[in-house]
């Protein structure tokens, strides 16, 4: 209807959504969160699965996507994370501003910094035009040994999208570790020469059995440098002066600072 008045905000997705046609659509809109919204983010069965309040809130303020009007629910748990915590990001920063209070813990002597962090500010980095996400390679260090001795070292991953997200939440709530594991249990493609089947047997403990710098190895591959915004912050202590790295501190990300 003319008269319903609905300001949207458009932005361009760092990957962008591939339709069942192979059409990629990468400029979103979205509008601000309302009364309603607020109630999305309080229900208690949203606040056990995080990922599944992201779900709720972008098929609710999702206005548009490339050609897409209203999309629904499924298109959304398809996005990329990367896609989902992007749009994310930007529905905070039209609802409430850019300007979000956050609270860094120094490592070295506990000092509670308070940052003003400026979301606008964050880096975005972008597939670009026409470029579909790529597989993540990784060369593992030490490998992962089977029961036979044989060592494979390669992995391959997609980038996880809103299911793998909503799939993982819970488990990721009892213990991040295995939570994790899940994760990248749910986007391995490729574990050396190692046939598929044996692969999705083993799922998680192939994760378990590796070590922990190959475990980092995967991590830094799998969260930097690839698309997104990034989420990594420096911070100068005001208490000993020293410089550490950490990732945003999102414990107000919900609430107007
Ligand atoms: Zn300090």
Redesign the pocket.
């Known amino acids: 209807m003319e008269s319903r008045r609905e300001r949207s905000f458009e932005f361009e997705l760092p990957i962008g959504y591939v339709d069942a046609d192979g059409r990629l659509h990468k400029k979103a809109a979205l509008r601000k969160m309302t009364g309603r919204d607020e109630a999305v983010i309080a229900d208690k069965s949203n606040r056990n699965n995080g990922a599944r309040l992201i779900t709720e809130l972008l098929s609710n303020c999702l206005v548009r996507l490339g050609t897409l009007e209203r999309p629904q629910k499924p298109v959304v748990q398809a996005l990329f994370s990367a896609d989902r915590h992007f749009l994310l990001m930007k529905l905070r920063e039209i609802t409430f501003g850019a300007e979000m209070q956050a609270t860094y813990a120094?490592p070295?002597?506990?000092?509670a910094n308070v940052v003003m962090e400026d979301l606008s500010a964050l880096e975005v980095r972008r597939l670009e035009d026409g470029e579909t996400p790529k597989d993540v390679v990784v060369e593992l260090e030490d490998g992962y040994p089977d029961r036979n001795g044989t060592v494979y070292d390669t992995m391959v991953f997609r980038y996880p999208v809103g299911t793998d997200e909503e799939k993982v939440a819970g488990m990721i709530r009892e213990n991040a570790s295995s939570g994790k594991n899940a994760l990248m249990a749910r986007c391995l493609k490729e574990l050396g020469d190692m046939a598929p089947a044996r692969r999705e047997a083993l799922g998680t403990a192939i994760f378990n059995d590796l070590t922990l710098s190959d475990r980092a190895r995967i991590d830094k591959a799998l969260n930097e440098g690839g698309p997104g915004v990034s989420m990594r912050r420096e911070i100068n202590?005001n208490?000993?002066?020293?410089k550490f790295t950490t990732t945003l501190d999102m414990s107000n990300f919900l609430a107007p600072s």
Request: hydrophobic content about 0%; charged content about 30%; proline content about 0%.
């Open positions: 120094c070295t002597c506990r000092e202590c208490g000993c002066g020293r």
